[in-house]
């Protein structure tokens, strides 16, 4: 069965830049790809999802990140990425990637991975 492994999180200042890894191991990115994050105590959320095969380079955000984040995939390298700028310590969470954009059936293909942490200081 294939996994996710993300990778990129760290501790940044409000209004700097990350950018994370999701490499999908053991399976093509002919999926729809989405990022997530969850705060501790609340519901994980959608960030950003690409559109759901290889070649489909759409892309859609939650209002939140929209104009912020921007998410890429290599299919070579079968990697989705998650370009963060412009970051706010509301931001601060662990991020995932999953197969799929809805949180309810995220990580039904593929399990969820670890996560990566960010962390947006004032």
């Known amino acids: 069965q294939g996994h996710v492994v993300e990778s990129g999180g760290g501790v940044v200042k409000a209004g700097g830049s990350l950018r994370l890894s999701c490499l999908a191991n053991?399976?093509?990115?002919?999926?729809?790809m989405g990022w997530f994050r969850q705060v501790a105590g609340k519901q994980r959320e959608e960030v950003a999802c690409?559109?759901?095969?290889?070649?489909?380079?759409?892309?859609d955000y939650a209002p939140s990140v929209r104009g912020r984040f921007t998410i890429s995939k290599d299919v070579g390298k079968k990697t989705v990425y998650l370009q963060m700028n412009d970051l706010k310590p509301e931001d601060t969470a662990v991020y995932y990637c999953?197969?799929?954009?809805?949180?309810?059936?995220?990580?039904?293909?593929?399990?969820w991975g670890q996560g990566t942490q960010v962390t947006v200081s004032a």
């Open positions: 999953a197969v799929g954009c809805n949180t309810a059936t995220a990580g039904l293909i593929v399990p």
């Open positions: 053991g399976f093509t990115l002919d999926y729809a």
């Open positions: 690409t559109g759901d095969s290889e070649s489909d380079d759409t892309a």
